[in-house]
């Protein structure tokens, strides 16, 4: 029953790695889903597959495998603590021999050459066991699954997680309500990591044919209680740690244009468009959205470079379709960097290129219980399978004397051992 358990909660972690989740998938691909697959994504958020892993049938499943492994190593040290008393009525098979001139301590010299220990000498029987702590091997491989569990439940009851996109030059406050989305355990309200990030530089690398290579970021920490503000390098594969919080580099990223509209009173007004990535390096980067103006709206495609090949900026290109509500395609056609286009009574220009990358927050209970909870089952399996328990039971008849024994695991193994050490008492 634990086994299938197990596997059940491995299959079901495994899917939340093939569903984008809350708190870890940028906007942009959860909409695209939605748009896509508007049943499917309905479906999927009604089962909570956005977020399996603070789901309520995942917790549900993880307490049910909990109390199924605490019974599991109940049920085990219940039946240790009974074979540690000298019981003979043993399931091995009765090798007898004739010779009657064998002493017991000439018997005891042989099995414990062979690195059996005495337990018990009840009446004329004597109980030999080698490996007699490899029998907690089971026990003990289960309690480290346990405290793994446990160590995951409370993860599931009290982690936060939050994911953010931030422009090259611009700061992420650490508030909750400024997460794009975020995945926060069932006893969880809201998530402030407690200090500000600032987005310094994003520095992808890519391949010849225009494939990510590597994708590093430089963060900066203008709050950290002295005149200098702390600089920290991240990466794909090298998080940063602050204060219990844990912030990873995300997959998502691309370019963000900026437009200026310039009302006709002379004011200006910044409008920032993180452009989706695509898979390509043949296709434009892409976006939309509305302008301050109502009833106005923008598309954009955009090539970092006029060869429209390569995703490294060079000489970009924009190009820029404006919609007006009730009268069409207003606009439709390149704008230059530096470039202006009529907008209403006022004026849009593209004044800026810059980076975009997806930042993800993560804090999460201390991990040193299920580090601990690992360490038991390694050493729970090391007892299982490289110190089988081994019982021999030696009963002293009329006739001769009773060689039988049992073992945990790998009985043909300790049948020929247990003949070998018949026939060299048969000769004594």
């Keep these: 029953m634990v086994i299938g358990l197990i596997v059940l909660l491995l299959l079901a972690a495994a899917l939340g790695s093939l569903i984008p989740q809350v708190g870890a998938a940028g906007p942009a691909k959860l909409e695209a889903w939605r748009l896509g697959s508007p049943l499917l994504f309905a479906g999927a958020t009604f089962l909570q597959l956005t977020h399996i892993y603070t789901s309520y049938w995942f917790l549900g499943l993880v307490v049910i495998i909990a109390l199924a492994l605490a019974q599991t190593v109940l049920q085990q040290i219940r039946k240790?603590?009974?074979?540690?008393?000298?019981?003979?009525?043993?399931?091995?098979?009765?090798?007898?021999?004739?010779?009657?001139?064998?002493?017991?301590?000439?018997?005891?010299?042989?099995?414990?050459?062979?690195?059996?220990?005495?337990?018990?000498?009840p009446g004329n029987k004597l109980l030999y066991r080698r490996f007699a702590v490899g029998r907690w091997g089971s026990a003990i491989f289960h309690l480290g699954l346990l405290i793994i569990v446990l160590a995951g439940l409370l993860a599931l009851l009290f982690q936060q997680r939050g994911y953010v996109q931030v422009i090259e030059g611009d700061l992420f406050s650490g508030q909750s309500a400024d997460f794009f989305s975020r995945d926060l355990g069932l006893l969880q309200k809201g998530f402030d990591t407690g200090f500000p990030v600032f987005l310094n530089k994003l520095s992808p690398e890519y391949w010849e044919n225009g494939k990510l290579k590597n994708l590093a970021a430089s963060l900066i920490f203008p709050e950290?209680?002295?005149?200098?503000?702390?600089?920290?390098?991240?990466?794909?594969?090298?998080?940063?740690?602050?204060?219990?919080?844990?912030?990873?580099?995300?997959?998502?990223?691309?370019?963000?244009v900026s437009l200026m509209h310039t009302a006709p009173d002379g004011k200006e007004y910044p409008l920032h468009f993180m452009l989706t990535n695509p898979q390509d390096p043949a296709k434009p980067f892409t976006g939309n959205g509305n302008l301050p103006l109502p009833g106005y709206r923008v598309a954009l495609q955009?090539?970092?470079?006029?060869?429209?090949?390569?995703?490294?900026?060079?000489?970009?290109?924009l190009w820029l379709t404006m919609e007006r509500q009730g009268k069409g395609t207003v606009f439709n056609g390149l704008v230059p960097p530096g470039g202006s286009i009529p907008c209403g009574?006022?004026?849009?220009?593209?004044?800026?290129?810059?980076?975009w990358s997806g930042l993800i927050f993560m804090r999460t209970p201390d991990m040193t219980l299920a580090y601990s909870g690992f360490i038991l089952a390694c050493l729970g399996a090391v007892l299982l399978y490289l110190f089988q328990h081994r019982t021999i039971s030696v009963i002293f008849i009329d006739q001769g004397v009773v060689v039988t024994?049992?073992?945990?695991r790998y009985r043909p193994l300790f049948a020929e051992e247990l003949a070998g050490i018949t026939k060299e008492l048969a000769e004594l």
């Design 80 to 121: 240790n603590r009974l074979v540690s008393e000298p019981v003979l009525a043993l399931d091995g098979v009765p090798v007898r021999w004739q010779n009657r001139a064998a002493r017991p301590e000439q018997i005891i010299a042989v099995l414990q050459k062979k690195g059996y220990r005495l337990q018990a000498k």
């Design 224 to 256: 950290n209680g002295s005149a200098e503000p702390e600089h920290a390098a991240l990466g794909i594969n090298r998080p940063v740690s602050r204060h219990g919080v844990r912030i990873l580099q995300g997959l998502d990223f691309g370019y963000t």
């Design 405 to 408: 024994g049992r073992c945990s």
């Design 302 to 317: 955009f090539y970092p470079d006029l060869s429209m090949h390569s995703p490294v900026l060079g000489k970009p290109i």
């Design 345 to 355: 009574e006022g004026a849009l220009s593209f004044y800026r290129v810059s980076w």
